[in-house]
């Protein structure tokens, strides 16, 4: 816990105070991790529903905090601006999913890779959909520091998938005309669901991750002959 976050003068600690009107859909506390203190945590939950209701730019200090109980001038005692709020959204839910995507050793099958990839590439932006719609659609808002760190990890993704899609083109595994497209094609599989999906749909995350991953693999194969 930071000196900013710790109580001065006795008394209850903020946190203890916090009356939270997050929604059914709210960011799990262990998202943002052990080291993120409990008044940040629900700051970010709620700057990601406001974010994902009414953008960015939209969106005020005062409904950020006022979702959990606070003032509006408590926002600056855990971040810097609402930009740095948003920075740390987009870096945390880019760091999580990419964490998601390499949860498995690739094991030399390039098949099997895809599939492995576009699975847990669906499944966890379908899981994390409010989330990941933040990450997707309000990083014009960052400042450019913060944005090019964000680009630099979402072409970590871009790699990921082209590496397979490379070997399994070299080995006649796949027929893929052009490599860039088929990578930017598969990836987008994962990113445009977060405008829709819902959690109490028909398809849970992971039945729309095999069902994706089927998809791409269908995509990439070579035609029977």
Avoid: N
Wanted: aromatic share 6%.
């Amino acid at each position: 816990m930071s000196g900013k976050e710790r109580r001065r003068g006795g008394g209850p600690h903020p946190a203890a105070r916090l009356k939270t009107k997050l929604g059914p859909e709210a960011v799990p506390d262990e998202f943002w991790g052990e080291r993120t203190s409990p008044v940040s945590r629900a700051l970010l939950s709620s700057a990601v529903q406001c974010f994902a209701r009414k953008g960015f730019h939209a969106t005020t200090t005062r409904d950020i905090t006022s979702v959990v109980g606070l003032s509006p001038g408590s926002l600056y005692v855990h971040f810097a601006s609402k930009e740095a709020v948003l920075f740390h959204i987009a870096r945390t839910g880019h760091s999580r999913a990419l964490a998601a995507l390499t949860a498995e050793p690739d094991d030399g099958d390039p098949g099997r890779q895809i599939r492995r990839l576009v699975a847990a590439h669906v499944t966890w932006h379908a899981r994390h959909h409010t989330v990941a719609r933040v990450c997707q659609y309000e990083l014009a808002a960052l400042d450019p520091e913060h944005l090019e760190e964000i680009l630099d990890l979402r072409q970590r993704f871009s790699a990921l998938v082209r590496t397979a899609v490379e070997k399994g083109a070299r080995e006649g595994v796949f027929d893929v005309p052009d490599i860039d497209r088929s990578v930017r094609a598969i990836l987008s599989l994962g990113v445009d669901l977060v405008r829709w999906y819902r959690l109490d749909g028909a398809d849970s995350p992971e039945a729309l991750g095999e069902f994706y991953a089927e998809l791409a693999a269908r995509m990439l194969s070579t035609p029977s002959t």
